[in-house]
T-cell receptor, first 112, second 114 residues
Framework: DVKVTQSSRYLVKRTGEKVFLECVQD?????MFWYRQDPGLGLRLIYF???????EKGDIPEGYSVSREKKERFSLILESASTNQTSMYLC???????????FGQGTRLTVV | AQSVAQPEDQVKVAEGNPLTVKCTYS??????LFWYVQYPNRGLQFLLK??????LVKGSYGFEAEFNKSQTSFHLKKPSALVSDSALYFC????????????FGSGTKLNVKP
C-alpha cells in the first residue's frame, strides 16, 4: 500500500516563526502536492512538484515556499507564520498520469 | 477553466435509505474524476475513480458513482446508508493538460442518522 507520511499531526507555532512541514511518500511517485483545508473552502492547492527540484505555484502560494531535494520528500515552508495560516495542511502524492492521489493524515497547524 | 462544484454543504439520510452526494464539474478535454472521504482530523481516503469505460463506477465500502457526460455530473451513491458512512466527502477532477493538478470541490458533509 502507498504510504504518505506527514511529520506532525498537530503543531503550535508563534507568529513570525519559520515553520517546516515535512511529507514523505514511499511509492516513487513523480507528483507531490500541498493543500490547505479550511471549513467551507474545501482543499486549496498551495504548491505542487512534478519532479525533483521542480515546483509550480498553486492557487494560494503567498506566504509559503516548498522544497523537493529528493523524490520521496516534499517540504512546505512558512517563512514567517501568521495567524491566518492556522489551518489543516494535507500532503498528497500520485503517479504522473491519470491515477488517484494518496493523502497523508494531515497536520493541524495553529499559529498563536 | 476547470472546476468542481458540490452544491450541497450537508446531506442527511436515515440509516438503511439510499444516499446521493452530488458533484458537477467543468474541465477541458476528457475528465478524470474521483471521490474521496475524510473522517474527522484525518487525511482523505480514496473511494473511487472514473477514467474511461462504464459510466457506473464501483468503489470501496459499497459506494458507486455515475458519470454523466451530457450533464457533466459525477454523483456518489450508495443503496443503503450506514451510520459509519457519516463523514466529509470530496469530489475531484484531474486536469491532465495542466501538470496533472487535482481540483477539489468544497466538500459535502454526510450525516446518517440511526
Amino acid at each position: 500500500d502507498v504510504k504518505v507520511t506527514q511529520s506532525s499531526r498537530y503543531l503550535v507555532k508563534r507568529t513570525g516563526e519559520k515553520v517546516f512541514l515535512e511529507c514523505v511518500q514511499d511509492m516513487d511517485h513523480e507528483n507531490m502536492f500541498w493543500y490547505r483545508q479550511d471549513p467551507g473552502l474545501g482543499l486549496r492547492l498551495i504548491y505542487f512538484s512534478y519532479d525533483v527540484k521542480m515546483k509550480e505555484k498553486g492557487d494560494i502560494p503567498e506566504g509559503y515556499s516548498v522544497s523537493r531535494e529528493k523524490k520521496e520528500r516534499f517540504s512546505l515552508i512558512l517563512e514567517s507564520a501568521s495567524t491566518n495560516q492556522t489551518s489543516m495542511y494535507l500532503c498528497a502524492s500520485s503517479e504522473f498520469t491519470g491515477l488517484e492521489a494518496f493523502f497523508g493524515q494531515g497536520t493541524r497547524l495553529t499559529v498563536v | 477553466a476547470q472546476s468542481v462544484a458540490q452544491p450541497e454543504d450537508q446531506v442527511k439520510v436515515a440509516e438503511g435509505n439510499p444516499l446521493t452526494v452530488k458533484c458537477t464539474y467543468s474541465v477541458s478535454g476528457n475528465p478524470y474524476l474521483f471521490w474521496y472521504v475524510q473522517y474527522p482530523n484525518r487525511g482523505l481516503q480514496f473511494l473511487l475513480k472514473y477514467i474511461t469505460g462504464d459510466n457506473l463506477v464501483k468503489g470501496s465500502y459499497g459506494f458507486e458513482a455515475e458519470f454523466n457526460k451530457s450533464q457533466t455530473s459525477f454523483h456518489l451513491k450508495k443503496p443503503s446508508a450506514l451510520v459509519s458512512d457519516s463523514a466529509l466527502y470530496f469530489c475531484a477532477v484531474r486536469a491532465l493538460y495542466n501538470f496533472n493538478k487535482f481540483y477539489f470541490g468544497s466538500g459535502t458533509k454526510l450525516n446518517v442518522k440511526p
